[in-house]
């Protein structure tokens, strides 16, 4: 063991030594600085309080010759609050790592990200917007934004800060990787625009407008273990791990403005993403597909979908009027109604899956509760959708009388369609028998297991 000891800190030593050598501007860093350098060595007086300097001259060190041997490294953060200002480019392939994260606890223990408004809304804090970036990986960390506190007063609208994402990504043309991130009160997380194989895995967020949004992605995007949960509104209050830092009334607030405005994932033009192990909570929907109509015009297609659950969110799965020509295939849905502010109630118009573009889904299973609409809603009137489900299991003890298992519009060039092998379910709070269908279509039913009606 002492050995092992000896040549840990011989191998170190030429790292942090060259490190603190550098004092000029960072085109004359000449000497090599190894693989893994800490960008705490690397700040300067005239820096103030933004250490996105520093962390830039610690990447510029170890990019010194994108695309050639010997380029890359490892951009370790401690585990400490790191204030940013300004932006930071990425300009090679390397790795960013933190040290942790404590849960529920804003700026707390481990590694943070703080955003201060001085960065302004016009720039992402870290950039991503060139080939030589392709396989950059970020991980072990946690970021927060300066947001304003929402008012201790019952029904005061609150509005956050319109942050551009934290991550910007565009023109990579390839993987990039995050794990295990905390975005902890961010407006946006990542923006990936004609990339190309961006890969999450153990992402947990609180985001205000979206946690990602990928478009002009022509190759394969993984997207996995996601948890979309109040986690700034519930943070504890410094030191305290049970003393919560906002009252019930304030997270109130916040959660109005979630319901309406919040979606978890965003799919432009995406071809062939897979997703599993996806949560979301208190959002206005879950997952989107949309088109943007920029420079990466088209719909997502044939996204596979594994395990999806969404509680007390408006939609699950909405595919807005942009969308028209957009296809997935979808294992299970597991969505739950529940009005945030009002327990016990669902959303006004709330339904599993909204389709107000156009779409060809495949879904194995859907479980859903708290129905304020229907189960499925189908709401383009010239672009017809069809829908494919084995199983459905509706819930209809706590929604509104006249919801529905699928409700449908009329479609000028055919009909809506629903096909379903199987259907079961409860009674609605009038002990009726919930309907159907509402409005116009086509609900093809295999089995109606009516004997089965739990009260």
Sequence with gaps: MMKWRLFASIALLPIVACAQDITGPVAQVTEPIGSVIFPDSFKKPTDGSDDAPSIQRAMAALCKRPGNAGTGGTVFLKPHVYEIGSNVTVPCALNMVG??????????????????????????????????????????????????????????AWV?????????????????????????????????????????????????????????????????????????TNATVSGSSQKMSMSQEQRENVAAYKIKNTDGIILGRADTPFLDDVFGIGLHSTIVFTNTGEDNTGDPTKVHIGKLSCDKSQYCLFIDGSAKDTSAIIDQIDWQGEDPMHTGMPN?????????????????????????????????????????????????????????????????????????????????????TPKMVNGEGHFLLGMFSEQNWHK
């Design 99 to 156: 040290s942790g994260w404590e849960e529920q606890m804003t700026l707390g223990g481990g590694t943070w990200l703080h955003i201060v408004s001085s960065l302004g809304v016009s720039h992402s804090a870290f950039t991503l917007e060139t080939t030589f970036a392709r396989a950059s990986q970020f991980s072990n960390f946690a970021i927060s934004e300066d947001m304003p506190l929402p008012s201790k007063v019952p029904n005061t």
């Design 160 to 232: 956050p800060t319109a942050y551009k994402a934290v991550f910007g990504i565009k023109g990579v043309g390839a993987a990039v990787f995050f794990h295990h991130i905390l975005l902890d009160g961010v407006y946006e997380g990542i923006a990936a625009e004609g990339a190309g194989r961006i890969e999450l895995d153990g992402m947990y967020a609180d985001p205000f407008h979206y946690l990602i949004r990928i478009d002009g992605s022509e190759d394969v995007d993984r997207i996995r273990n996601i948890h979309i949960w109040p986690y700034w």
């Design 348 to 432: 006004a118009d709330g339904a599993a899956v909204r389709v107000e573009g156009g779409a060809l889904l495949q879904i194995g299973a859907v479980h859903a509760e708290f129905i304020g609409n229907s189960i499925f809603s189908m709401e383009n009137k010239s672009i017809c959708s069809e829908i494919i489900t084995q199983s459905i299991w509706g819930n209809f003890l706590f929604s509104v009388s006249n919801a529905s298992v699928v409700n449908m519009v009329s479609c000028e060039v055919g009909h809506h369609i629903l096909k379903a092998s199987f259907y079961d379910g409860t009674k609605n709070r009038e002990s009726d």
